[in-house]
């Protein structure tokens, strides 16, 4: 078993720390990484109590409403299809949900998130 490293980051800058996540494959389309990586992110925040912290891809639920990791994943999947982000695996952009990767054990995953520039 090996892990990746997920960042996120800004256009405008930002960028979170790294967080590790235990992937078996070496292999995956990008429609399951990002699956895979909003279940971890709704467990992890279901164990916290909440949505804040080092993760960005869920959105946070009403205040006492329980956050669906289906639901996010939908929204996640159409946010890469409108462009809202990309997502780098190395320094390869991966272009389609469906797209195979390779995952070998550390590979850096950055998900970069696009800001509009004002008055753009």
Do not use: C, Y
């Not at 078993?1 to 078996?24: K, L, P």
């Not at 669906?68 to 809202?84: H, I, M, S, W, Y």
């Not at 991966?94 to 797209?99: N, Q």
């Amino acid at each position: 078993m090996g892990s990746v490293m997920f960042v996120d980051e800004t256009t405008g800058g930002g960028r979170t720390d790294g967080w590790e996540m235990e992937i078996a494959e070496e292999r995956l389309v990008l429609r399951e990484l990002i699956r895979r990586r909003i279940f971890q992110e709704v467990a992890e925040s279901a164990a916290r109590g909440s949505v804040a912290g080092k993760h960005r891809l869920v959105r946070p639920a009403a205040p006492g409403g329980r956050v669906d990791p289906e639901v996010q994943t939908a929204l996640a999947l159409k946010a890469f299809e409108r462009n809202g982000f990309l997502v780098l695996v190395g320094d390869r952009q991966i272009t389609g949900l469906d797209e195979e990767m390779d995952l070998p054990f550390g590979t850096e995953v950055t998900f970069l998130k696009l800001v509009a520039l004002v008055g753009g």
